[in-house]
């Protein structure tokens, strides 16, 4: 499995961005996907998961009312929106993806959960 992340840029406080990641994987929805993010400095944090169907969703808090994520299993793209970007929101995004199929995924904010990993795309926020 292959993940292309893409979508992001420079933006101005409040902003919005939609990142997208795209897996060259076949089965797609056998497979749960995730956001993470860095910053410069700073651990590697959880901002959003998505089970296999979409059915099933979790946020970070502090995106918790701006982030959303959805998916698209027939193109085998996740999409993460990001609306009224923060400066704390600016960071290296990544997405992530393991195979579940169906399985519930406790831990789902734990990279140890995500096998394979897009490269990343560089999210800034200008105040």
């Known amino acids: 499995v292959q993940l292309q992340a893409s979508g992001g840029g420079l933006v101005q406080v409040g902003d919005s961005l939609r990142l997208s990641c795209t897996s060259s994987g076949q089965n797609f929805n056998w497979y749960h996907m995730g956001w993470f993010r860095q910053a410069p400095g700073k651990e590697r944090e959880f901002v959003a998961y998505i089970s296999g169907t979409g059915q099933v969703k979790h946020y970070r808090d502090s995106v918790k009312e701006r982030f959303a994520i959805s998916r698209d299993n027939a193109k085998t793209t996740v999409y993460l929106q990001m609306n009224n970007l923060k400066p704390e929101d600016a960071a290296v995004y990544y997405c992530?993806?393991?195979?579940?199929?169906?399985?519930?995924?406790?831990?789902?904010?734990?990279?140890?959960?995500?096998?394979?990993w897009g490269q990343g795309t560089q999210v800034t926020v200008s105040s």
């Open positions: 992530a993806a393991d195979f579940s199929r169906g399985v519930y995924i406790a831990r789902y904010y734990s990279s140890s959960e995500y096998r394979y």
